[in-house]
């Protein structure tokens, strides 16, 4: 039998479900930061419970995502799965520090699957996006290569972020400057990557 293909979603509920969350998280960050909450004769920071309300609020567009579209990409599954962890480490330790690695250490463990394929003399990148950009076998080495180091430059970035500045500019920079530029990344890589298409080659 063929695959089940996505079905069509309304791009702008999809771009909802997948972003909405982390701007909530800013939101409500931005609402709790100065307060503090007492519950089970411990005191947390507004961080904390952020932090909190974020895992379920998350986790819930990441199952209507897959109710609507009938699958999750690999990457917002792991992601998923990060946040849980971290989330639910942050809360049981009342420690803002595992949150604030979870970032260094998605960005980091990406740019280790993407380094071991090339190791190997693969591109872990085609196997998983393959079929959504069409691109010859050069480019893709190419790009896992470049895609591997921007991950790293990331995650020393976030390590760097969160241990010597405020959690206030680490929750800024998490929410809008690490994805603007990885997706501005990412764009730069499709025009300087045009000669490797393949889409309408005969």
Do not use: H
Not at 64 to 72: I, V
């Amino acid at each position: 039998m063929p695959a089940t293909s996505p079905a069509k979603v309304n791009p702008v509920l999809k771009q909802a479900l997948e972003l909405g969350p982390t701007i909530a998280f800013f939101l409500i960050y931005l609402r709790l930061k100065d307060r503090s909450f007492a519950w089970g004769g411990t005191e947390y920071s507004g961080f904390i419970v952020a932090t909190v309300l974020f895992v379920p609020i998350l986790l819930l567009c990441m199952a209507l995502l897959w109710w609507l579209t009938g699958r999750l990409s690999r990457l917002q599954a792991f992601t998923a799965a990060m946040v849980l962890v971290f989330g639910g480490l942050t809360a049981w330790f009342n420690d803002e520090a595992f949150f604030k690695m979870k970032t260094t250490i998605v960005y980091g463990t990406l740019a280790a699957l993407l380094g071991a394929g090339l190791l190997w003399g693969r591109s872990t990148l085609e196997w998983a996006m393959g079929e959504l950009i069409p691109m010859r076998a050069e480019g893709w080495m190419i790009l896992t290569r470049r895609l591997a180091l921007a991950f790293l430059v990331l995650a020393v970035a976030n390590e760097v972020l969160w241990r010597t500045q405020s959690t206030e500019l680490w929750v800024t920079v998490e929410t809008f400057g690490f994805p603007v530029a990885l997706v501005a990344f990412l764009w730069w890589q499709i025009v300087a990557l045009q000669p490797y298409m393949t889409e309408g080659e005969g």
